[in-house]
């Protein structure tokens, strides 16, 4: 039995599950875009930069997904500063679609395209499954089951080095 692809698998699924956690979220962004145009697309972009800071760290697709968003600095729930930092790479399309009349749309769609194509690799190509959000925002996504001792205990963040002697 190979160990390794097992967990492989496990990862993938994760993966696939964040990804349909953040489809949720984009689902209620474009239902408030489209019922409530245009004021709906201010309401969707204030959700998509709060959602993660909600709920103990968790948007509307995490909490169904049943994964919350944690705090890598002391394993406390996703701040909304967090959270809109985050959630960037989304909104960041949106403002450009709002504010720039006709052109903002084009401009708007080609950079959702690129954002949202760079967090996809780094989310399938980084071994820690982070995404560029979580980088910025010193955030990780974690299964919702209270066991986050290790993350809670940590002194450092997790893209410093914590080693002490030097070559």
Same mark, same amino acid.
């Given at each position: ?6 967990? %492989?698998?496990?990862i993938r699924v994760a993966k696939l599950t ?6 949720? !979220? &984009? ?5 408030f875009s489209i019922w409530f145009f245009p &004021? ?5 972009? *204030?959700?998509?930069?709060?959602? !993660?800071?909600?709920? #103990?760290?968790?948007?509307?697709? =995490? ?6 968003? =944690?705090? $890598? %600095? !002391? ?5 909304? =500063? ?8 989304? @909104? ?6 709002? $504010? ?5 749309? *084009?401009?708007?769609? *080609? $950079? ?6 760079? %967090?996809?690799?780094? &989310? ?13 925002? !010193? /955030? ?6 209270? #066991?986050?001792?290790?993350? =809670? #205990? ?5 893209? @410093?080095? #914590? /080693? /002490?002697?030097?070559?």
């Amino acid at each position: 039995m190979d160990r390794k692809y097992l967990l %492989e698998k496990a990862i993938r699924v994760a993966k696939l599950t964040r990804l349909i956690a953040k489809a949720i !979220d &984009l689902f209620i962004v474009a239902c408030f875009s489209i019922w409530f145009f245009p &004021l709906g697309v201010v309401l969707g972009i *204030i959700y998509m930069s709060l959602c !993660d800071g909600m709920s #103990n760290g968790q948007s509307a697709g =995490k909490k169904f997904m049943g994964f919350a968003v =944690k705090s $890598l %600095e !002391d394993g406390s729930p996703c701040s909304y =500063k967090q959270s809109v930092i985050r959630n960037l790479p989304f @909104t960041l399309p949106l403002l450009v679609a709002l $504010l720039l009349p006709v052109i903002g749309w *084009i401009l708007g769609v *080609i $950079l959702a395209a690129v954002l949202i194509g760079f %967090e996809l690799y780094l &989310l399938y190509n980084l071994d820690s499954g982070h995404r560029l959000g979580d980088v910025m925002a !010193d /955030t990780s996504v974690m299964a919702n089951d209270d #066991n986050f001792a290790g993350v =809670k #205990n940590r002194k450092t963040s997790w893209f @410093t080095s #914590n /080693t /002490t002697g030097s070559i």
